[in-house]
Structure formats: structure tokens, C-alpha cells
């Protein structure tokens, strides 16, 4: 058994493919007797580090790029709900544990595809489906008119940061409006606006967004958004390729970062979908 530990300080999710490939590389050519033949990247993580201060400066001083981008983000959170009043079970405390729990499920070879299909046929993502039901879902539930959502953006625009292990990821809000009138279409048309604005000022840092923005702070919930979506490959294929009987454990902890935080997989090989539904213990 191998434990990996890896601090979103030196490692984001998209890292664990190139990082898993790495090992397994290495493991098959020590269990053959050879030295690990691992290829030599074209950059590293500092070049990337380096790149960034250069391209948006310092929050203090921040370059043009990051003024505007700034500025587009004060102008898309304004006046925005500081909560999303979900129905709870207990009530909020005041300082948030951070105690939690998981309920994971999947979407079927069947439905994927039809998810798949739907987002072809209106020239979204598949992403943009399911963020669309989502919004649906909460905007009941919370009996609001629109809902903001966090979501993950890889950052990983330039080709050769793909092969790299770093922290790239960065956190945008999706601020989506759900009305009675509209038609499935008009608001995956929408969410999908919203999710092509977002992904234009992905460069932003999120707690630069937070300054920016200036919400209400609170102990008892994070700013800007209390419900996550994220949606990425499954990391197993990667094992298999190298060796068939090779699994992932599940080495998850009780605990949750946000009131709600959807994970969708996309296990291409069965082709569906497995869930993870991360909830705060405190609520």
C-alpha cells in the first residue's frame, strides 16, 4: 500500500494524473530491475510561479490585466446574497468545525450519455448540464431566484503546465439566475454565459476576488458561495494502464469545506458518472 499526501499548498487535483503516472512509471521499472526512465520536463512549477506575479503583480499594485479583471468581478458578485439559505437540519453554529461526512452514488451509462447528448445538441458542456441542474435543485430548495456556485478552473492554459505537479487550480463563482419562465434551453444557455464570463477572469486569485468583492465575513460559512461543483476524469485508468491489478484505496476524512460540494467523475471507461456529495455535520 502506498499513502500519498499532497498539501493543495504543492499539488492541485489535475496533478494526481501526471503524479500517478510518475510513481507508476517508476514502480514498474524498479520491479524490472531498471532505474525509473521519466522524461524531463520542459518547465517547472516556479517558472508558472514566476509567469504569474509578472502577468497580475500584487494585489496592493496590481497590473492592468488584474485591474480589469478585478473590476469585472466586483461588477458580477454586486449585491449578491452573502448566504444561500438551504434548508438545515440543525442550526448554524457560529464558528464553523469544519466536521463532515460523504454520500457518494453515480449517474448511469444511460443517463450520462443522455447528459452527453443534451449538451451536443446546445453546444454546452456537459458541465454546464449538470451546473444547470443544480442551480435548479438549490434555487427550490432555498426558494431564491438565483444561485452562486464554486466551481474549480485547472489553470493550466499554456500546454506544457500539463505534465506538471503544482498548485495551479483557482476558484471561480458561477452567480446563476433561475426563473419559473425560463426553458431548459434559456438556462443552459445562461449558465453557460455565465461559466464562459467566469473562465475569461479565471486568472484572478479567489481570495484577491474575496478583497475585491468585500462580503460580509463570517466564521460560520465561506465567503461568496457555500455550495461547490466539480467535475473532472477518473484517475484509476491511469493505474490500469501500467497494471491491472493496481486500485485506489479510499483514504477520504470526515470533513467538509463547504456546506455542500458535489464531485462528478467521469469514469470513461463504464461510461457514467460517480457522485461524491460532501456535507457539512454541523448543518
Known amino acids: 500500500v ?18 500517478i503516472r510518475d510513481l507508476m512509471v ?10 525509473p526512465d521519466l522524461e524531463p520536463l520542459e518547465v517547472q512549477y516556479a517558472d508558472f510561479a514566476i509567469w504569474q506575479r509578472t502577468l497580475l503583480g500584487e494585489l496592493e499594485s496590481p497590473t492592468e490585466r488584474a485591474a480589469e479583471g478585478l473590476s469585472f468581478w466586483r461588477t458580477e458578485l ?11 437540519d440543525r442550526p448554524r453554529p457560529h464558528v464553523a468545525t469544519g466536521a463532515g461526512g460523504y454520500i457518494d452514488a453515480d449517474i448511469d451509462a444511460d443517463l450520462a450519455t443522455g447528459i452527453r447528448g443534451l449538451a451536443r445538441d446546445r453546444g454546452v458542456t456537459p458541465f454546464t448540464v449538470v451546473h444547470a441542474a443544480l442551480a435548479i435543485v438549490l434555487s427550490r430548495w432555498a426558494e431564491v431566484d438565483e444561485v452562486s456556485i464554486g466551481t474549480a478552473v485547472a489553470g493550466r492554459d499554456e500546454p506544457a503546465t ?12 458561477l452567480r ?3 426563473s419559473s419562465v425560463d426553458t431548459v434551453a434559456d438556462l443552459l444557455e445562461r449558465a453557460h454565459e455565465t461559466k464562459t464570463r467566469a473562465v475569461q477572469h479565471a486568472d484572478i486569485p479567489f481570495e484577491w476576488i474575496v478583497d475585491a468583492v468585500s462580503p460580509e465575513r463570517s466564521a460560520s460559512h465561506t465567503p461568496l458561495f457555500q455550495v461547490a461543483l466539480t467535475m473532472h476524469p477518473g484517475h484509476a485508468t491511469t493505474l490500469h494502464h501500467f497494471d491491472e491489478s493496481a486500485r485506489l484505496i479510499d483514504a477520504r476524512v470526515p470533513a467538509a469545506k463547504f456546506d455542500l460540494s458535489i464531485t462528478v467523475t467521469d469514469q470513461a471507461d463504464a461510461g457514467g458518472y460517480d457522485l461524491e456529495l460532501s456535507y457539512a455535520a454541523d448543518i
Open 78 to 88: 454586486a449585491d449578491m446574497a452573502d448566504l444561500l439559505m438551504l434548508p438545515t
Open 2 to 19: 502506498v499513502v500519498t499526501v499532497l498539501h493543495h499548498i504543492a499539488g492541485d487535483g489535475f496533478s494526481l494524473q501526471p503524479l
Open 26 to 35: 517508476a514502480y514498474t521499472n524498479l520491479r524490472d530491475g531498471k532505474n
Open 176 to 178: 446563476t439566475a433561475v
Open 162 to 173: 500539463a505534465e506538471l505537479v503544482g498548485m495551479f487550480v483557482n476558484t471561480v463563482v
